[in-house]
């Protein structure tokens, strides 16, 4: 710090400086302590409305019995997390590939952009379960199957936003390059691809939640059982054996996962955003 800095610290505050300095730490608070205080007041409720109106536990079940259910079925409900997870990263990844490489197409050809892009819509807008019934004929394989349709939820955000981003280049940027002569794979290379990152970040995150939703919502159509199924069909199970604190149990782990999913892709955008992005950099004031 300089001196010039160590002296404006110093100064004392005018009262209108020192209220945004009081509203912004407690909005810092605030966004942690609020959502916590809700929750735990939600939960409160839930389980007083279970007792005051004394509803069966294969009904309602208390959080405390949900929480044991955890416990007990652990190893059970984690294993089915992780057949579900595979699924839905494997599908991501697949998602990612797809999307970038037939964007950068996109972007080399409007061509082909004009061609293949309503065939991408047509995909998307067509609900996974209409869509299944000729998977199931068409793959043999299950896991196949479910990669499959979670890949098609997760697919057009990525095509989507990355066409954008590429598409969004700064016309006097791209006018200076061509004017040097650049080819363009070097305009796709050098500017088309920085400037379509803060999009395809934004693709990734929301493909990163339908991905999962992909794959629950799969193995709910597909209706696989067994052991080496995912938390889809645990719910499914426990529907039918009316076990409703298993059946939350599961629902509670996919929301987490979901979060998780997010918090973890909002943070890898954040990180590679962070130096040169406007976005980013307000957040960092």
Same mark, same amino acid.
């Given at each position: 710090?300089?001196?010039?800095?160590?002296? =404006?610290? =110093?100064?004392?505050?005018?009262?209108?400086? &020192?209220?945004?300095?009081? +509203?912004?730490?407690?909005?810092?608070?605030?966004?942690?302590?609020?959502?916590?205080?809700?929750?735990?007041?939600?939960?409160?409720?839930?389980?007083?409305?279970?007792?005051?109106?004394?509803?069966?536990?294969?009904?309602?079940?208390?959080?405390?019995? *949900?929480? &044991?259910?955890?416990?007990?079925? #652990?190893?059970?409900?984690?294993?089915?997390?992780? *057949?579900?997870?595979?699924?839905?990263?494997?599908?991501?990844?697949? =998602?990612?590939?797809?999307? *970038?490489?037939?964007?950068?197409?996109?972007?080399? @050809?409007?061509?082909?952009?004009?061609?293949?892009?309503?065939? +991408?819509?047509?995909?998307?807008?067509?609900?996974? *379960? =209409?869509?299944?019934?000729?998977?199931?004929?068409?793959?043999?394989?299950?896991? #196949?199957?479910?990669? /499959?349709?979670?890949?098609?939820? +997760?697919?057009?955000?990525?095509?989507?936003?990355?066409?954008?981003?590429?598409? @969004?280049?700064?016309?006097?940027?791209?006018?200076?390059?061509?004017?040097?002569? &650049?080819?363009?794979?070097?305009?796709?290379?050098?500017?088309?691809?920085?400037?379509?990152?803060?999009?395809?970040?934004?693709?990734?995150?929301?493909?990163?939640?339908?991905?999962?939703?992909? &794959?629950?919502? #799969?193995?709910?159509?597909?209706?696989?059982?067994?052991?080496?199924?995912? /938390?889809?069909?645990?719910?499914?199970?426990?529907?039918?054996?009316?076990?409703?604190?298993?059946?939350?149990?599961?629902?509670?782990?996919?929301?987490?996962?979901?979060?998780?999913?997010?918090?973890?892709?909002?943070?890898?955008?954040?990180?590679?955003?962070?130096?040169?992005?406007?976005?980013?950099?307000?957040?960092?004031?």
């Amino acid at each position: 710090m300089t001196t010039i800095e160590r002296d =404006a610290a =110093a100064l004392p505050l005018d009262s209108e400086e &020192a209220r945004r300095v009081r +509203a912004a730490r407690l909005e810092r608070i605030g966004k942690w302590v609020l959502p916590l205080a809700i929750m735990v007041l939600a939960i409160w409720l839930w389980d007083r409305i279970c007792v005051w109106n004394e509803i069966p536990r294969y009904i309602l079940p208390r959080p405390g019995e *949900v929480l &044991a259910t955890l416990h007990t079925d #652990a190893g059970l409900l984690f294993g089915s997390l992780l *057949v579900t997870l595979r699924i839905t990263f494997l599908s991501l990844l697949l =998602a990612v590939a797809g999307g *970038v490489g037939l964007a950068v197409l996109f972007a080399q @050809s409007k061509w082909v952009e004009m061609s293949l892009f309503p065939f +991408a819509v047509i995909l998307q807008v067509t609900p996974i *379960v =209409a869509v299944f019934p000729l998977i199931n004929i068409y793959v043999d394989n299950q896991t #196949a199957k479910l990669l /499959l349709c979670a890949w098609i939820v +997760a697919f057009f955000p990525i095509l989507s936003n990355t066409t954008l981003g590429l598409n @969004s280049v700064d016309r006097n940027l791209l006018d200076l390059f061509k004017l040097n002569g &650049a080819t363009k794979w070097q305009q796709l290379w050098h500017l088309r691809l920085p400037a379509a990152m803060p999009y395809f970040l934004g693709g990734l995150k929301i493909a990163g939640g339908l991905s999962l939703i992909g &794959a629950v919502v #799969a193995e709910f159509v597909a209706g696989s059982a067994g052991q080496s199924s995912g /938390l889809a069909s645990r719910i499914i199970e426990a529907g039918y054996r009316l076990n409703a604190p298993r059946l939350f149990a599961a629902l509670i782990l996919i929301s987490f996962t979901g979060i998780v999913i997010f918090l973890v892709l909002s943070l890898v955008s954040h990180l590679i955003l962070r130096r040169w992005h406007e976005s980013a950099l307000k957040q960092e004031r």
